[in-house]
């Protein structure tokens, strides 16, 4: 079976099934009819489904549905598409212009990582998609889109760069003090950048007129000025919350010095008291071997006394002895 055949077979098929509001089965059949796809078939496939679904009552619901699922993945598609030549390319977008303008939310998500691509053609075609979502019910207020748009203006292939401008009178067109606002920032922080200067004052004569550029410049000045002021604010009140924490630290230290002296003083009252307790016990000491020395003085000199007593006894005793034996030779 062809190619052509297989189309009008599944695709008949899901035609039957929308109209007959059974969406989910319609889901169903187009997936079997995207699970076969390879690289030589999957654009022609892509538009098929497109094609179909974009005529079909419903057949937004359904598109929501494949995209929100993956089953039509939005950046695989874009890399596929980028090997076509640049008018398939965009007949192929022409197929998405209008869920970009009324279900804006399924392409944004994409935006700041495709617009990153190294393949310039993929760019391209995500700015091409924020062009589409730029006219329909949903204004673009990411500042961070508009930044990133704003940074495809210089280093970029021409073909970029003019879409890049495209997309951001886009943008600017229900926005336009937004984008004026983003793009004078973005400028300051690139005052260097001639050409960038230029893109971005093509962008804003066309979206602003030159009374409001003036006027947006008093307003970033006043703004500037205001901000300088806040800072100012802000770096006084730090300095007198540093002096103040300055202060807070100084009488920490101060108490904790205070603390620390006193902690010392009843070390070394301590100390005193320690000292003078070994000296008193030392002095107690002292007077009890005094006592000691003393009571065995006293014991001595009573046994040197019982000893001189003793031997006087003895004396005495001998000396009776002997005249006694005197008297008994006398009266011999």
């Known amino acids: 079976m062809t190619e052509e055949e297989i189309k009008d077979d599944d695709l008949k098929i899901v035609k039957v099934l929308v109209n007959e509001g059974r969406l989910d089965d319609?889901?169903?059949?187009?997936?079997?009819?995207?699970?076969?796809?390879?690289?030589?078939?999957?654009l022609d496939r892509m538009e098929n489904v497109l094609e179909t679904l974009v005529t079909l009552h419903g057949?937004?619901?359904i598109l929501r549905f494949?995209?929100?699922?993956?089953?039509?993945?939005?950046?695989?598609?874009?890399?596929?598409?980028?090997?076509?030549?640049s008018m398939l390319r965009y007949s192929f977008l022409l197929l998405l212009k209008s869920m970009c303008e009324n279900e804006a939310d399924l392409?944004?998500?994409?935006?700041?990582?495709?617009?990153?691509?190294?393949?310039p053609n993929i760019k391209e075609a995500i700015l091409q998609l924020l062009i589409f979502i730029s006219g329909g019910e949903k204004d673009i207020k990411d500042e961070s889109i508009i930044r990133t748009t704003a940074s495809k203006l210089i280093n970029e292939k021409e073909f970029?760069?003019?879409?890049?401008?495209?997309?951001?009178?886009?943008?600017?067109?229900d926005s336009p003090?937004?984008?004026?606002?983003?793009?004078?920032?973005?400028?300051?922080?690139n005052s260097e950048?001639?050409?960038?200067?230029?893109?971005?004052?093509?962008?804003?004569?066309s979206i602003v007129s030159v009374e409001k550029i003036d006027e947006l410049v008093e307003e970033e000045k006043s703004r500037e000025e205001e901000k300088k002021e806040e800072d100012i604010d802000v770096d006084e009140k730090e300095i007198t919350d540093k002096e103040l924490e300055l202060k807070k630290k100084d009488l920490e230290l101060k108490k904790k010095k205070l603390e620390l002296e006193a902690k010392e003083k009843e070390l070394e009252e301590k100390e005193i008291q320690e000292k003078e307790k070994a000296l008193k016990k030392k002095q107690e000491l002292?007077?009890?071997?005094?006592?000691?020395?003393?009571?065995?003085?006293?014991?001595?000199q009573k046994e040197v006394e019982e000893r001189q007593q003793k031997i006087r006894e003895e004396e005495a005793k001998r000396l009776q002895e002997k005249i006694r034996d005197m008297k008994e030779k006398e009266n011999e």
Do not use: C, M, W
């Not at 392409?107 to 190294?118: A, M, R, T």
């Not at 984008?179 to 922080?189: G, Q």
């Not at 950048?193 to 004569?205: A, G």
């Open 26 to 42: 319609a889901v169903e059949e187009i997936k079997l009819y995207l699970e076969n796809i390879n690289e030589n078939n999957y």
């Open 59 to 61: 057949g937004r619901t």
């Open 66 to 85: 494949l995209i929100e699922h993956s089953v039509i993945d939005i950046p695989t598609l874009l890399h596929n598409l980028s090997k076509k030549d």
């Open 107 to 119: 392409f944004l998500p994409y935006v700041e990582d495709l617009l990153q691509s190294e393949d």
């Open 160 to 173: 970029v760069t003019e879409k890049a401008i495209q997309a951001l009178r886009a943008v600017g067109k």
């Open 177 to 189: 003090s937004l984008i004026a606002k983003i793009l004078t920032e973005y400028i300051k922080e």
């Open 193 to 205: 950048n001639e050409e960038l200067r230029k893109k971005i004052d093509t962008v804003l004569k």
């Open 286 to 300: 002292l007077e009890k071997e005094k006592e000691l020395s003393q009571v065995e003085l006293e014991l001595k």
